[in-house]
């Protein structure tokens, strides 16, 4: 894993998402919880021979060579996705609490260290996966709505909104080859 600077099992892939995307903490290796997700994870993968690359039908690259306008980017936000997200980031949350649509940006948002932080990793998700339920074509949720400049406009400007800080992320890269989005 680029990230960390080594090969990363199961167990620290899980617990990296806890930690960063979640702003959680990490489960315990040998607990029931983190071991129900790796045998769910290893059932769902029963079939696969174990270096066959998986082809995903909702991800995809964006021109990372594509200038972000901030300015455009809170337009479509506004426009695309405040609806779910919340007018000020914040998300949205059931009537028992649970979260329906995830904060994008304060202090219950994912931390600084999430791939999420990063413009073009946030641009290639929101490309393939966002906004929900304006399709007319395709299954509710599988993307296509924004071009590339689309995606990485909003993703500049929800990623570089405040979130909280990731203490962890000093050890991030140790091999060099930072990536030209991160934050830190």
């Given at each position: 894993?680029?990230?960390?600077?080594?090969?990363?099992?199961?167990?620290?892939?899980?617990?990296?998402?806890?930690?960063?995307?979640?702003?959680?903490?990490?489960?315990?290796?040998?607990?029931?919880?983190?071991?129900?997700?790796?045998?769910?994870?290893?059932?769902l993968?029963?079939?696969?021979?174990?270096?066959?690359?998986?082809t995903?039908?909702?991800?995809?690259?964006?021109?990372?060579?594509?200038?972000?306008?901030?300015?455009?980017?809170?337009?479509?936000?506004?426009?695309?996705?405040?609806?779910?997200?919340?007018?000020?980031?914040?998300?949205?949350?059931?009537?028992?609490?649970?979260?329906?649509?995830?904060?994008l940006?304060?202090?219950?948002?994912?931390?600084?260290?999430?791939?999420?932080?990063?413009?073009?990793?946030?641009?290639?998700?929101?490309?393939?996966?966002?906004?929900?339920?304006?399709?007319?074509?395709?299954l509710?949720?599988?993307?296509?709505?924004?071009?590339?400049?689309?995606?990485?406009?909003?993703?500049?400007?929800?990623a570089?909104?405040?979130?909280?800080?990731?203490?962890?992320?000093?050890?991030?890269?140790?091999?060099?080859?930072?990536?030209?989005?991160?934050?830190?």
């Amino acid at each position: 894993m680029p990230r960390s600077g080594k090969e990363v099992d199961l167990e620290g892939r899980i617990n990296g998402c806890f930690m960063r995307s979640m702003n959680g903490k990490p489960l315990p290796r040998e607990s029931e919880e983190m071991q129900a997700m790796v045998a769910y994870m290893k059932w769902l993968s029963q079939s696969t021979p174990k270096n066959q690359k998986v082809t995903i039908s909702n991800a995809g690259e964006v021109d990372t060579s594509l200038v972000a306008d901030t300015a455009r980017g809170e337009q479509i936000y506004y426009a695309q996705c405040a609806t779910c997200h919340g007018d000020n980031g914040e998300g949205m949350k059931d009537s028992r609490g649970d979260i329906v649509f995830p904060p994008l940006w304060g202090d219950e948002s994912f931390n600084i260290g999430a791939g999420m932080a990063r413009t073009y990793k946030a641009a290639a998700f929101v490309k393939y996966n966002m906004p929900m339920g304006i399709q007319t074509k395709g299954l509710w949720g599988h993307g296509n709505v924004l071009t590339d400049q689309d995606a990485v406009d909003v993703s500049e400007f929800f990623a570089h909104k405040p979130r909280p800080d990731f203490p962890g992320k000093v050890n991030d890269w140790p091999t060099g080859n930072k990536p030209k989005d991160a934050r830190y």
